[in-house]
């Protein structure tokens, strides 16, 4: 299980890969997945994990729980 700073997320794009809990401390980077359009890549030391939703979204959501994301582009 986890403490209350954790994200659900998957393994594999479509969830085939089950739900495990990934610590907000252990997040190095959110970024949209090109391949869907729907899907975002979680990015931690451990590997790459899928959630589904708009990137917006789940800064909005990481921010209002403590957390400091921003939107950057490449530029």
Known sequence: MCSV???SVTKAPDGSGGIIFVDFQHIL???C???ESQS???HTR???YYIMGPLRYWVS???STGCHFIIVNRG
């Open 5 to 7: 700073n954790c994200l």
């Open 29 to 31: 980077f959110l970024k």
């Open 33 to 35: 997945n090109t391949n």
């Open 40 to 42: 975002i890549l979680v």
């Open 46 to 48: 451990e590997g790459v």
């Open 61 to 63: 959501a990481l921010n």
